[in-house]
């Protein structure tokens, strides 16, 4: 590549082909490999479609598994969470070696550090075929996160483990899960370690209305003057909602908030666009009205944070849960906050 201030991105829309109904832990694999050799042709097609200075490219959420259903938290673990060293990301990399680009994805994970839990992770390979971000998600209503773990998860990772950015050729690379779109201090603590490009693994209800999601990736877009790639499920297909329900809407926008790529329903390729890292840069440098990434005063709003407790961090720290957990503890916090007077 001679210019790696300028490429092109894709955000691409593939079907989800969930391992819901797999009987094991070997069937389920087995359907998860079948997922891998469809993306790999279509990942060739589709650069050797938009050009081969295509660089990254964005895959959807949970595209490997679909999410559980009904799945006990065990359960899961066993059937559908792949190890941090597995057969699936080595797959994976030796698509992104072949292409020579960086596969940005995310998948239900294992973790030794938290033996009979999982996180849903974000990750992106180089073109070596290396994982060199791995960023778990924050906020989930029914699965478990860092913050459910907190004070063991900083001691085996750190706040940078928490919130890692990749330092690349193509630009400082970031992740966002699913709806943590609408959760701004994700992107925020992302864009102070310095996030150029937010890469978006989503499975959402797609509108040709604005959804919220919609509204705030280009908020997201603008308020830290980055990019979003944002991919999105084409349906997702051997489970038991109509296939259709989260289809569509693949975008990327551009760090003024201007949606550059879009595409419809169905499998596509069709949401590519150019990431022009220098007018990024140039932008984040000129004084103004419009910098909002330089103007923001942090101070402001620290002690609000620091004396606000809303849900509470290492609820499955020391104990086992089953997945009446979640909704349980985001009943007390309600109920908490009401007697308090905040809501």
Request: hydrophobic share 40%; net charge negative; with cysteine.
């Amino acid at each position: 590549m001679t210019n790696p201030e300028s490429y092109r991105a894709l955000a691409l829309q593939v079907t989800c082909h969930a391992v819901n109904q797999a009987s094991d832990r070997h069937e389920a694999r087995s359907l998860m490999k079948n997922s891998i050799n469809r993306l790999a042709q279509q990942i060739a097609a589709s650069i050797a479609f938009i050009g081969f200075d295509c660089r990254l490219i964005v895959l959807p959420e949970y595209f490997l598994t679909g999410f559980p259903m009904g799945d006990t938290l065990g359960g899961w673990a066993e059937k559908a969470c792949i190890e941090m060293a597995g057969a699936e990301y080595e797959a994976l990399g030796k698509i992104a070696q072949k292409h020579q680009i960086f596969l940005a994805g995310n998948a239900y994970e294992l973790d030794p550090n938290f033996p009979g839990l999982y996180f849903q992770t974000c990750f992106i390979l180089d073109p070596s075929g290396s994982i060199i971000l791995r960023y778990r998600r924050l906020n989930s209503l029914f699965a478990p996160t860092p913050h459910d773990v907190w004070d063991k998860y900083l001691d085996c990772y750190g706040l940078e483990g928490v919130f890692p950015v990749a330092k690349t050729a193509i630009g400082n690379l970031a992740a966002l899960a699913s709806e943590e779109i609408l959760y701004p201090e994700v992107a925020r603590c992302l864009a102070m370690r310095g996030a150029e490009i937010f890469v978006h693994s989503t499975s959402e209800v797609y509108n040709k209305n604005l959804t919220p999601k919609d509204a705030a990736k280009i908020t997201r877009a603008v308020e830290n003057l980055a990019y979003v790639v944002s991919a999105n499920t084409a349906g997702i297909a051997n489970i038991s909602i109509p296939i259709a329900s989260a289809d569509g809407g693949s975008k990327i926008i551009d760090h003024r908030g201007i949606v550059i790529a879009q595409t419809d329903t169905g499998e596509s390729m069709a949401a590519f666009a150019e990431i022009d890292l220098a007018a990024l840069r140039r932008d984040r440098r000129r004084p103004g009205l419009n910098n909002l990434l330089a103007r923001q005063r942090f101070e402001l709003y620290a002690e609000s944070y620091q004396q606000s407790d809303f849900y509470p961090a290492n609820t499955m720290l020391e104990t086992e849960v089953d997945r009446k957990h979640f909704l349980q503890t985001q009943q007390a916090t309600i109920e908490r906050l009401a007697k308090l007077g905040i809501i």
